[in-house]
């Protein structure tokens, strides 16, 4: 009867045309046909589920073949880059020894024209001892035809120059030279001497070519010192009995005796100035005016924080005893103690550079202080530099713990640096300790004074004043400091060319 009703209803509707945009959503699946989905049953329906179930399976399969594809395909690929790490090692190995083969196949041309000037000198001194030898024989036919002796004698004087020319020739055939290249300053120098040779002939060699004496000559091969057997051996040992060998090359060190006597008269000037700061230092007549110390806590605690908490020379290189005495005379230095107190400069390890390691720098500073390098020996290991300069190197590398390019606020505070140390010992010079921050300073006594004047600034003392009367002490002072200042600039270029740490060298 409902559904009576509503057929009712839809031929109402559809007689007045009533549009369905007005009437309750609730109503329209009654107006609208009432058959909406057909199911229809087909034979093929069974057939379909079995080609679906086919297809899920051939799917699988083909998805495990996928898989194991995929795994030989990354096989493969791990052979392949194996394969071409290998390739490009063994092109680096060739390379490398590609490289070995052309200076093994220079050195054997050297060595080979050197074997041949030895041999055509050999030739020579053989034709002039033939030569001396013919000569010999007419002389001794000659003496024969004179003074005619007896047979045997006869024998006796014929035989003997045979004897000498087998001899000659043996000694020439049986004991060849030894080529050898000694090199000293980065200059290779060739030489060709018998195995009988001793070590003093050698040297007087090398003396003539490098205007090193024997006494500081240092051969050294492979870290070993040939020399080592000492001054009283050298005219007995032989260069065989030392350990030379044909086409040894050796590394020679050492220094001219007026190079020497340079370092030792610089070195002198250092240590009497030295002397007479110490005197002053702990001269009995010096006042103490207003002394205000801090509390001893905060000292010590500041004295432990700020300062170098390692010295570690390098115990390959020689005399490394001396090495550490440089390294603690810089961290013991008062103006580099006054810096970096100031400044709360704290530095891990103090170590040195080895030159021939890096023979284009004068320091570097590691991660902001962790370690700085110095350059604390000459080229030739047979010295160090001069303090001053290796404490002006200091304080470059103490600024990279701020800044690390060399820019202007490196530049900057490098100067303020170096600028503190030059008045802290200018007061030190002048009489005045500032023994805390407020200004209070003992006096020393005069005679020192003067004395430690005539080392300041090249020696001006009394007579460069007599001299340069005419001048005013402003004049002075000005030409002083204008010479420095341009002598200051000059070294710092030369740091920032020599310091491994800033961008330059990155």
Request: with cysteine; charged share 30%; aromatic share 4%.
């Amino acid at each position: 009867m409902f559904v009576t009703s509503l057929a009712r209803l839809n031929v109402t509707v559809d007689h007045i045309g009533l549009q369905l945009t007005y009437l309750p959503k609730k109503y329209h699946e009654y107006i609208i046909p009432s058959l909406r989905r057909i199911y229809l049953d087909s034979p093929r329906f069974s057939d379909m589920k079995k080609d679906l179930k086919a297809s899920k399976e051939k799917i699988k399969k083909l998805e495990k073949d996928r898989d194991v594809l995929m795994k030989q395909c990354e096989k493969h690929m791990a052979a392949a880059r194996a394969q071409a790490e290998g390739e490009r090692a063994a092109r680096m190995k060739a390379s490398d020894l590609q490289s070995r083969l052309d200076i093994m196949q220079k050195d054997l041309g050297v060595a080979c024209d050197m074997a041949k000037k030895a041999i055509k000198i050999l030739r020579n001194d053989l034709h002039v001892a033939r030569a001396g030898h013919l000569d010999l024989e007419k002389t001794y036919d000659e003496l024969r035809k004179r003074y005619p002796k007896s047979r045997q004698d006869q024998c006796l004087l014929r035989q003997e120059p045979k004897f000498h020319l087998q001899h000659l020739e043996h000694s020439m055939t049986s004991s060849s030279p030894l080529l050898l290249t000694v090199i000293y300053r980065g200059n290779p120098y060739a030489l060709s001497l018998l195995p009988e040779s001793t070590l003093s002939v050698l040297q007087a060699q090398l003396e003539e070519l490098t205007q090193v004496p024997a006494s500081l000559q240092k051969l050294l091969h492979k870290g070993k010192n040939l020399l080592a057997s000492g001054p009283e051996s050298w005219d007995q040992t032989t260069l065989a009995q030392a350990g030379f060998k044909n086409g040894m090359k050796v590394q020679m060190m050492g220094s001219t005796s007026q190079e020497l006597t340079s370092m030792q008269t610089t070195e002198e000037e250092q240590r009497k100035r030295e002397r007479i700061l110490r005197e002053r230092a702990l001269k009995p007549q010096a006042k103490l005016i207003n002394l205000k110390l801090r509390s001893t806590g905060t000292a010590d605690s500041s004295m432990l924080n700020y300062r170098f908490h390692q010295l570690k020379p390098l115990d390959h290189l020689p005399n490394p005893a001396s090495a550490l005495a440089l390294l603690t005379k810089l961290s013991e230095d008062p103006a580099i103690r006054h810096i970096m107190q100031i400044h709360k400069f704290s530095v891990g390890t103090l170590t040195e550079l080895a030159p021939h390691e890096h023979p284009e720098l004068l320091g570097l500073n590691v991660n902001a202080g962790q370690a700085i390098k110095l350059r604390l020996r000459t080229d030739r290991y047979d010295g160090f530099r001069l303090y001053r300069e290796v404490r002006r190197v200091l304080c470059h590398e103490l600024t990279h713990n701020v800044w690390g390019d060399h820019d202007n606020n490196f530049k900057e505070l490098n100067s303020k640096l170096n600028r503190e140390v030059a008045d802290f010992e200018r007061a030190a010079v002048n009489g005045t300790h500032y023994l805390s921050g407020n200004g209070d300073t003992y006096q020393p006594s005069s005679e020192l004074e003067a004395e430690a004047q005539s080392y300041i600034l090249g020696g001006m003392g009394s007579s460069s004043v007599g001299t340069a009367s005419d001048e005013s002490r402003e004049e002075r002072r000005r030409r002083v400091l204008e010479a420095t200042m341009a002598r200051l600039r000059k070294e710092d270029e030369e740091l920032e060319n020599s310091c491994g740490t800033g961008s330059a060298k990155t």
